[in-house]
C-alpha cells in the first residue's frame, strides 16, 4: 500500500538549515510529481513546494522561495526538502504526498518536526 516515511527535522536555530527526506512506497514515485506540506498547530495543512516528475518544474510557496529546494532521487524513492535561513514561522510539522500542489493519495505518513527556536 501507500507509504511516506518523513524524517531529517528537529531543533535548530533561526538562520540554520535542515534538509528533509521522504521515502515512499506502494506507487510508481517516477511518475508523480510530489510535494512538500506543512501543518502550523490547529491548522489545516498547507502546500510548501511541488516538483514535476520529469522536465522538472517546481513550484514553491510565497513563504518559502529562495530559502527552501525542493528536490528528487527517483532511483531511491526519495523527495528532499532543504531548508535555509529558517525563522520561527517555520516550526511545524512536515509532510509529503503525491500530486501537483495537491494530495494525490489520502494516505499520510507521521510527518517531521521542525522546530526552529533560539
Known amino acids: 500500500q501507500v507509504q511516506f516515511v518523513e524524517s531529517g527535522g528537529g531543533l535548530v536555530q533561526p538562520g540554520g538549515s535542515l534538509r528533509l527526506s521522504c521515502v515512499a512506497s506502494g506507487f510508481a514515485f517516477h511518475v508523480f510529481a510530489m510535494s512538500w506540506y506543512r501543518q502550523f498547530p490547529g491548522k489545516e495543512r498547507e502546500l510548501v513546494a511541488s516538483?514535476?516528475?520529469?522536465?522538472?518544474?517546481?513550484n514553491y510557496a510565497d513563504s518559502v522561495t529562495g530559502r527552501f529546494t525542493i528536490s528528487r532521487d527517483n532511483a531511491k524513492n526519495t523527495l528532499y526538502l532543504t531548508m535555509k535561513r529558517l525563522t520561527p514561522e517555520d516550526t511545524a510539522i512536515y509532510y509529503c504526498?503525491?500530486?501537483?500542489?495537491?494530495?494525490?493519495?489520502?494516505?499520510w505518513g507521521q510527518g517531521t518536526q521542525v522546530t526552529v527556536s533560539s
Open positions: 516538483l514535476s516528475s520529469a522536465n522538472p518544474i517546481k
Open positions: 504526498n503525491a500530486g501537483w500542489e495537491k494530495p494525490e493519495f489520502t494516505t
